[in-house]
């Protein structure tokens, strides 16, 4: 292996030493701060201010009032031009968000320059395209707006998951309320200078930064019409109770443990770069990752080895490399569920598997890693790790294959690699998830619908769907 210099992008982002919010237009005199850093190496990038109840209050008032006295009374055209403004500044902007976002989140930067960034900006055209044909959009003529919309989102894809809830809730009519995760808050506050260069009205978007209490603060705010939330099941519960025998129109998309099931007649390559795809790709912090590796009996030894093989080849380290696969663990929490599930999973009998690397020294860093014969009932079998984790699992015939797949609590995603057109379409059919790829995985596109079954949450983000959990009548 090679080694390199450091990169020289690292300049291309600079942060305020300290954030407020951003309510009407305008950023607030940072208060209450906590430290944002760089899971990679542990350093601050800047401080974050703790968003009150009352901050929240302003930020709903701010984006009540910009409801009613200007973006509701614009044309679906006008919108539709503020949206094709953002896409178009965040285009300029890429390299420094990708930049940014590496440097918050601890992603390769070959993830957020090719993947997060582009697909964000994907989703604000997409949507932009929406605004001024909402008569069109199968909901009746003129449709509304809820109003004020209040989104909470995780630290998985900080800058994309702001663009799948604001690019849809704008197009349709809706102002924002946004509160991003405690450990990634920085592309969300730069898309708010971004808010600012496009001259989106003030009050348009709101971005309110802090904890989970913050969170509860926007979802319990009593002029909040609709409610989008992106994390962790555990929460997504608390959150659909909090809402319950209110008006508020509620999506949540939750967890996985999706399947990725690879048949014998499977072009076996293939198979190996999506299984590592679907499991390595952003650490593994993904909901719809393929964190069940489902594969025939006949192959598993022959694919377990070739599997190795390629995870020998996987670069860990500095995320701001662009040669590097997999960067760091978002927070020394995470790091510590990982290694804790990872470890109950031992106990119960699964065999780890990790390749020989070098961790760095600072930061929260770990090594991609199997565990080979897991029995359904195994801790790693059932629950979401939410890291570089793969549990493997073998079955003989499809229909065992159906079984084991569906014996989740969980329905996000699921993934299918055969080479027999017949075979896929049968077990598309039978399995129980909302997203299924054959011969691909982590595939996303903004006009397709994105979303699960069961305790992966309800509710649609992409696509004309996404859009209908933004209108009256649509959801
Ligand atoms: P989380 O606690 O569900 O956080 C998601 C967002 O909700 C964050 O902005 C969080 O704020 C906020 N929040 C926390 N408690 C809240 C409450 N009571 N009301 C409203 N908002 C609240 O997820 P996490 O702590 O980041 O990660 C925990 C686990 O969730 C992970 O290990 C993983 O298994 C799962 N997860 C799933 C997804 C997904 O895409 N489906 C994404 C991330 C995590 P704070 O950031 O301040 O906590
Ligand atoms: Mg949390």
């Known amino acids: 292996m090679f080694d390199y210099s450091p990169a020289p992008e690292a300049k291309l982002a600079s942060f305020a030493s ?18 944002t850093i760089n899971p990679a190496t ?19 008032k701010a984006a009540r009032n910009a409801y009613e006295k200007t973006w509701s009374k614009l044309s679906g055209a006008q919108r539709g031009k503020y949206l094709f403004r953002i896409a178009r500044i965040m285009q300029e902007r890429a390299r420094e968000l990708a930049v940014a976002e590496t440097l918050n989140n601890g992603k390769p930067i070959k993830e957020t320059r090719d993947f997060d960034v582009p697909t964000s ?6 949507y932009a395209g929406w605004a001024d044909k909402l008569d069109y959009a199968g909901m009746g003529a003129s449709p509304k707006a809820h109003g004020v919309a209040g989104q909470v989102i995780p630290w998985n894809f900080p800058l994309m998951m702001l663009a799948w809830k604001v690019a849809p809730a704008l197009a349709a009519g809706n102002t924002v309320v946004l509160k991003p995760a405690e450990t990634t808050p920085l592309t969300a506050l730069l898309f708010a200078e971004i808010c600012q260069q496009a001259e989106l009205p003030d009050g348009v978007v709101n971005i309110v930064t802090g904890f989970g209490d913050t969170g509860a603060a926007v979802v319990g705010h009593k002029d909040v019409n609709k409610v989008a939330f992106t994390g962790s099941t555990e929460v997504g519960k608390i959150i659909a109770r909090q809402v319950a025998g209110t008006n508020k129109k509620v999506t949540l998309e939750l967890g996985g443990k999706a399947a990725n099931i690879v048949f014998d007649d499977a072009p076996i390559d293939q198979a190996i770069e999506g299984v590592v795809n679907g499991i390595f790709f952003n650490q593994g912090h993904v909901c719809c990752a393929g964190s069940r590796l489902l594969v025939q009996e006949s192959i598993h030894d022959e694919f377990i080895k070739k599997l190795k093989r390629r995870m020998e ?42 390749p020989a690397c ?33 549990s493997v699992i073998t079955f003989r015939t499809p229909t065992e294959a159906i079984t084991k797949a569906n014996n989740t609590e969980y329905g996000l995603s699921a993934g299918i690699w055969t080479e027999k057109g017949s075979k896929m379409l049968k077990l598309a059919d039978q399995l129980n998830a909302g997203v299924i790829w054959s011969n691909t995985f982590n595939q996303f596109d ?13 509710g649609r983000e992409g696509g004309r769907a996404g859009l209908a959990a933004y209108l009256k009548g649509g959801n």
């Not at 607030?28 to 430290?35: S, V, Y």
């Not at 020294?361 to 770990?366: E, L, M």
């Not at 903004?446 to 305790?455: D, H, I, Q």
């Open 358 to 390: 070098k961790i760095p020294r600072n930061g929260f860093w770990y090594a991609p890693a199997i565990i080979d014969g897991v029995s359904p009932a195994n801790t790693v079998a059932r629950e979401e790790i939410f890291g570089p984790v793969l």
């Open 121 to 126: 900006v994907a989703w604000f055209f997409y």
């Open 313 to 354: 080849t996987l670069r860990l380290g500095d995320p701001m490399d662009k040669n590097t696969d997999v960067g760091a663990i978002n927070s020394k929490a995470q790091l510590q569920k990982i290694k804790g599930l990872v470890a109950k999973g031992v106990k119960e009998g699964g065999d780890l598997w990790q």
């Open 18 to 35: 300290s954030y407020g919010h951003f309510i009407g237009g305008k950023f607030t005199k940072p208060q209450k701060t906590f430290e």
């Open 42 to 60: 542990e350093e601050v990038l800047s401080q974050i201010s703790h968003g009150s109840a009352k901050d929240v209050d302003l930020a709903v």
């Open 446 to 458: 903004p006009t397709s619908p994105f979303g699960g079954f069961k305790e992966s949450g309800y």
